[in-house]
């Protein structure tokens, strides 16, 4: 059986970030993810966590300003003092809300430095974060994210994500698969995840192109749940879209799969 859990950074927005974790449990979901609360105060986000009675499935590090379209500091080398000390912040707070997954954005390639030098950045810093988390049993995850939305982020595909996990080593660093994300960059969605599904911690989903919810766009999502269902992996999915409508309407057809798979 698919399990599903609901991002509540990028879904109900119709509500203060606080007031959205009760809204997911009332519409019926067990578990969220959210990225980086920037401006939130973290105890009041555990106690709202805990009053809805939820699990975290993961939380981002702080990757800046996501709002001003920021994508990461692990390469930026004015930017290692704010990562470094998010650290022991994020998991600190993955701890207390017993989340197990912790999502890195790796940055924006920056045109006055080269390129190698800035992924031999970005490889130091997972290091040290899988190293860091690696004793709290969380695994830190990796996500490709596409160009059309994201500008010159520095992983745009699987293969080269994998191969910065291979760099890296570390056996608690995993990749984070969004279905949306690389259907605009790579294709092959189900064929990606037959071939990987061992490598992939985290999963998320939206239609394409407009990223709006299954059943808006060009996505066979019934196929590629289908494709999930028998492959090797076994986590939760995050739902992370733009909703055309409400929140709430806009989860019809999550409502009737759950109803299929009962």
């Keep these: 059986m698919l399990r599903f859990h609901l991002n509540i950074s990028i879904l109900l927005k119709e509500y203060p970030f606080l007031e959205r974790f009760e809204q997911a449990a009332r519409l019926g979901f067990d578990a969220v993810e959210f990225w980086w609360p920037r401006g939130e105060d973290l105890d009041q986000v555990v106690q709202r966590v805990h009053d809805a009675g939820l699990k975290v499935e993961l939380i981002n590090f702080d990757g800046g300003d996501l709002a001003r379209g920021e994508r990461g500091l692990l390469n930026h080398p004015e930017r290692q003092a704010e990562f470094h000390a998010n650290l022991p912040v994020a998991l ?45 049993g969380i695994t830190v995850v990796v996500e490709s994210l596409n160009s059309w939305d994201n500008g010159p982020y520095i992983l745009t595909n699987t293969p080269d994500s994998l191969a910065l996990l291979d760099s890296v080593g570390a056996p608690n660093l995993a990749y984070q698969y969004d279905v949306y994300h690389m259907q605009r960059m790579e294709g092959n969605v189900c064929d990606t995840i037959r071939r990987y599904s061992e490598r992939i911690a985290h999963m998320q989903i939206a239609d394409s192109p407009d990223r709006h919810e299954p059943g808006t766009g060009e996505l066979n999502f019934p196929y590629i749940f289908a494709t999930i269902a028998q492959s090797a992996y076994t986590g939760s999915i995050g739902i992370e879209y733009n909703p055309s409508t409400t929140t709430e309407a806009s989860l019809a057809w999550w409502r009737e799969l759950i109803a299929q798979q009962s």
């Design 92 to 136: 600190e707070l993955a701890h207390k809300l017993g989340c197990r997954k912790l999502n890195a954005l790796v940055g924006h390639w920056l045109p006055a430095e080269s390129r190698e030098s800035q992924l031999a950045r970005v490889r130091e810093n997972l290091a040290l974060a899988a190293e860091q988390a690696r004793a709290a």
